[in-house]
């Protein structure tokens, strides 16, 4: 099938022809007066504050006695977090200074009659789990969280949509701005209550996915008790297809962007699936894969390639990563306007924080970055031979 095809051209089946498989995880804040765990009120946001407190996150070993994988990623983006507090709401509980409160029963109240509205069944006892987020977007590190219910369901069209739980929770911080190493919150929003709802994966095309965001919207707005406007609900969409993995898209703030979301990133798996095709059949598995790294800014002294020469000029360094086998795999389309090179991309801007682009050039971009004479001073430089790729970073 055509990678490229626009979502209006498919018909279901050719969606469960790919083994499209969506679920979703959607975050509605709750009406309350007060936070979930302290007291302080729950207001407008405003983008007024009156101090700042800066923090550096890093990982703790969990009760298993293992570091989580993603914590462990973003402790290595060193990161300075910086919150921007207004004294009208918070206080030292949500910076972590002062134990919780007692668990709000108005936001349980709720929880709880939203989680029979969803069929599921009551859990016999609540108990406070911790859920580690290391992204700075709640300053303790980890963010409070409940189980209320299990094995729901709604109802959809001539079938049933699980429900697998229902969890009651404190939001967290709103992003103010993320560049290079600094990270801004502020924190008006961190503590609200919500419910968080995890579907099965059982929706098979774009629009049903839409379709039950939906119904859950207007199920938990049945209630009278839940927040609305921009920001008071959010859905992570859970997208896969056959042989490809799980994506978790985050925080996707209007359901009717879902759809093209998911159509996306279903074909977007598909190509990379068709790569790792190409790679096995050049004979490039996971145990016979080879690369190798080199500094070569003095090899680039002196170019006139802008992004490069910002980067000199900046003091920075400038490395060839070279991909044996590699040839023409980047340029590979992965989306309509996208290839293979944009993941590799996306990765250096979210590891190395290297956000101005490009942060990478590579062999296909001949042409349109280096000049033919450093192009062939860097693959002498590099060993690089006919079938390789060279990234630059």
Known sequence: MDSFRSMEDLTSEDYRSIGL???????????????????????????????????????????????????????????????????????????????????????????????????????????????????????????????????????????????IQLGLEEDSCREVSDEGHNRIYRTDRLGIPLVELVTSPEMHTPHEVADVAMILRWLT????????????????????????????????????????????????QISLLDIRTE???????LSSFESGSSDITDVLTGTAYPPAAAALGEGLRIGAVVLRGYRGILSTPTQPGKIFAGEVSDRVRVIACLDSLPNIAHTGMKGSSFSSGEWEKITEAVNAGGNDEIVIV
């Open 21 to 163: 498989r969506s679920g979703l995880e959607i975050h509605q804040q709750l009406d309350t007066k007060k936070k979930l765990f302290c007291r302080c009120p729950v207001k407008t946001y405003s983008q007024d504050y009156d101090a700042q407190i800066l923090r550096h996150m890093r990982p703790t070993l969990s009760e298993l006695g293992e570091y989580d994988g993603t914590a462990l990623m973003e402790f290595k983006t060193r990161k300075e977090i910086l919150y921007q507090i207004n004294k009208a709401t918070i206080c030292t509980y949500e910076m972590d200074d002062t134990p919780p409160f007692e668990l709000n029963q108005e936001a349980l109240d709720i929880a709880l009659e939203i989680t029979m509205l969803l069929n599921c069944k009551l859990i016999g006892e609540v108990h406070i789990a911790r859920k580690q987020y290391l992204d700075g977007s709640i300053p303790a590190g980890f963010q409070r969280t409940t189980i209320l219910g299990v094995d729901g369901w709604i109802p959809y069209r001539d079938r049933r949509i699980g429900i």
């Open 221 to 268: 707005r049945s209630s009278g008790k839940v927040r609305r406007g921009i920001g008071a609900a959010r859905q992570d969409v859970n997208v896969s297809v056959e042989g490809g993995c799980r994506v978790e898209i985050k925080g996707v703030s209007r359901i009717p962007l879902i759809p093209l979301l998911v159509h996306n990133e279903a074909f977007r």
């Open 279 to 285: 790679l096995a059949r050049r004979g490039i598995t």
